[in-house]
């Protein structure tokens, strides 16, 4: 239904209905009874109203508000001056990067607040809400008892009011501000971040008492543990884009990347979440001017542990067909790190899937998008989707190699860009470097800033063999012999790997992290 009149209204009293309002002062409505519902605000001073379960209202212009009074159900802003008011319970509310001066109010109970963009505020008035500030210049309340606050963008602020109790802060981004009375937990994880005025010491817990005293109990122990939060475990999202220039430009210039908006269409909030930062971070990188050779490798603030081996699968959808290009790519990182890598059957017993998902790629830009899952800094888990060849077929590229038609990124430069974000690295800026954000016939293989990347999380190659670490164990068979063949780092696997490995001349390369932490919610995004 589409309401494009002034002082108008749309109802939505079933499943899966749609209500776009595109007029001002208009009205959208998901009744109880509705389901998978969406109400999409386009105008100006318009109203959507939740209610139900697993619906959805979107204030896509500005002066909007949305009314979610549903269970589980969610409301988003994506513009400037908008009002989130979150009612019912196990509901969320979230601003998007673009978002402005916009404000998420909870006063159902056990809801979520994702505040991204700048100068937007989530409000947590109820009881056992959670606030996730993740934007810059934007500000997380308490307001209530049993509630949690986390700040990991900068400049940002948190807030516990003198009527919040067993409240918890945890900040976890740089030059943050937490304000907070009696019975409250400080978390201080990030840099440069002050209490009540004060300088906070990093990786410190501090505890405000009755009598608003602080004391640092000095450990790393998280808050509210008995809460039933999966603060423990942090999720994020990082695209690979190819294709058409017009088409990355189109995208990356858009409110919103093509994933998180599929996943809030969904109802998977915490899935858009982590596609969102992932967006926002090639945002940020394409809008630097970008080098050659040379520049600043960026981390995510994670890796996997130190001499751990890692597992990977191919989901059964791959086939056989691309064994090649996936054991390549595996290799290349494996001779440039050091890391070891160990293919297994069965996605569930793999700490890397990869697979094929519809992400696309023609009117997208988007050819592969990695999601990981870590807790304290530490990946345990990651999956990687690569653009599907039914989809976007891949035929032989001018080199000879699988290619994505229409772009000039090879399944193998594809592969080796997602699994550098499965190990911890983001997009860059050297645009021939592998993990630059596009992929293009300039960056098909790792470069110097890419081996700097690597090597600044796990060591290189050669500490790794004179350590013994560096096998790795490739599921196939070889001329004669079927099963597992383990291959030595130091002969035959650094020879395979480097076959395609052809770093382009070293420069000064510098390392930097990047900014947009994770959410904690354990949620991957949606599959496509």
């Known amino acids: 239904m589409n309401v494009y009149g002034t002082d108008s209204h749309g109802d939505a009293l079933s499943s899966n209905d749609q209500i776009d309002v595109t007029g001002n002062d208009s009205t959208g409505w998901s009744s109880s ?21 697993d619906n959805l209202g979107i204030a896509s212009a500005s002066n909007d508000t949305v009314d979610v009074y549903g269970n589980d159900s969610h409301g988003d802003a994506l513009s400037s001056d908008d009002q989130i008011d979150v009612t019912g319970s196990n509901s969320t509310g979230w601003t998007s990067g673009a978002a402005t001066n916009s404000t998420i109010d909870l006063t159902g109970g056990n809801d979520v607040a994702s505040v991204s963009g700048s100068d937007n505020v989530g409000i947590a008035d109820a009881g056992n809400d959670t606030v996730d500030v993740y934007g810059s210049d934007s500000h997380g309340d308490a307001l209530s008892s049993d509630d949690e606050i986390y700040v990991s963008g900068s ?87 190819a294709g058409n220039q017009s088409v990355i430009n189109s995208a990356l210039g858009s409110n919103i990347g093509s994933i998180a908006q599929y996943d809030l269409s969904i109802g998977n909030v915490a899935g858009a979440v982590a596609a969102e930062k992932g967006f926002q971070q090639a945002q940020a990188t394409a809008a630097v001017t970008p080098t050659s050779g040379t520049g600043s490798v960026v981390d995510s603030g994670n890796q996997w542990a130190a001499g751990e081996v890692i597992t990977w699968s191919m989901a059964s959808d791959m086939g056989s067909q691309y064994d090649a290009e996936v054991q390549q790519a595996f290799s290349t990182w494996a001779a440039a790190s050091g890391i070891t890598f160990k293919e297994v059957s069965g996605s569930s017993n793999a700490d890397i899937q990869v697979g094929f998902s519809d992400l696309g790629t023609p009117t997208t830009g988007v050819a592969g998008y990695t999601t990981f899952q870590a807790s304290g800094g530490l990946i345990s888990g990651a999956s990687i989707q690569l653009e599907d060849p039914n989809q976007d077929a891949l035929v032989a590229g001018t080199n000879g190699q699988p290619t994505y038609s229409g772009t000039d990124a090879t399944l193998e430069q ?73 291959v030595d780092h130091q002969l035959n696997q650094l020879i395979a790997g480097m076959a395609s490995f052809n770093p382009h001349p070293a420069g000064s390369t510098n390392l930097s992290h990047d900014h947009h932490e994770q959410h904690h919610t354990v949620l991957a995004a949606s599959a496509h």
């Open 414 to 486: 594809v592969l080796l860009h997602e699994i550098g974000h499965a190990l911890g690295l983001a997009d860059d800026s050297d645009q021939n470097s592998i993990m630059y954000y596009e992929l293009t016939s300039g960056n098909q293989t790792l470069d110097s800033t890419d081996i700097a990347g690597i090597q600044s999380l796990y060591g290189s190659a050669s500490s790794a063999a004179q350590s013994g670490a560096g096998a790795t164990t490739l599921t196939g068979t070889t001329t004669g012999t079927a099963g597992p063949i383990t």
């Open 155 to 241: 400049d940002s602020t948190a807030w516990a009011s003198s009527t919040a109790w067993d409240t918890g802060i945890n900040l976890s981004g740089s030059s943050d501000v937490a304000n907070a009375g009696a019975d409250t937990t400080v978390i201080a994880h990030g840099s440069d971040d002050t209490l009540n005025g004060d300088d906070l010491g990093d990786g410190t817990d501090y505890d405000i008492n009755g009598s608003d005293d602080i004391s640092a109990s000095g450990g790393d122990d998280e808050y509210g543990s008995d809460s039933g939060s999966d603060s423990d475990d942090d999720i994020s999202g990082y695209y690979g884009f």
């Open 33 to 53: 009874a509705a389901t998978n519902a969406n109400i999409n605000l386009t105008g100006s001073s318009d109203t959507a109203y939740v209610s139900g379960s």
